[in-house]
């Protein structure tokens, strides 16, 4: 499963203040977004999310639940956690995301909300690939999912369990801090 952005310049900016900032949207909201990210977690075949342009807020923990993130080289793009300088705290799923997909370095970085460059992002481990063009990106993705075609079509439930294993915790904690709608 590939998730691209058609946005050249903004992968996406998360939620609107307004909305996030009023508890019964934001309950919603919380619901389906752990809900989706849990699936992805433990998607039973390989996940891509290719970013361009920034990654702000909430986009930042849907491209973190991918098993790569590739981004398209976008002059002046970085990525940000903004809610510390709006006053929204991180759930304790969206928490459990940043401790369990990042090094410790990367969750710092994040935590004082710093605009981070792709370049840091990449240092950091958390891009898997930065590529300079969209011909880059198919070959990345062609070697990576050709790479899995054949064993996914035959692994598919192992591939989910292995999943479900590696991220039980979190999966646990995404399904048990929603709060239904």
Partial sequence: MVTVSTNAKLFSAGYDKKEIMNP???AH???GMHKLFGRILTMNLPTVCVTQGHVIGAPVFLALCHDYIVAVETAGAF???PEFEVGLPISRGLGDILRHTLRPAAYREFIWGEN???SKMLSLDVITHL???HLEV???LTERLTFHKSQVKMYRN???D???NIFKDLYAELKSSTISP
């Fill in 116 to 118: 981070l460059p792709e």
């Fill in 29 to 31: 909201m919380s619901y």
């Fill in 131 to 133: 590529c300079h063009s």
């Fill in 79 to 81: 990525w940000k956690l």
């Fill in 158 to 160: 192992l591939i989910k």
């Fill in 138 to 140: 198919q070959q990345f």
């Fill in 162 to 164: 292995t999943k479900q």
């Fill in 24 to 26: 019964e949207i934001s």
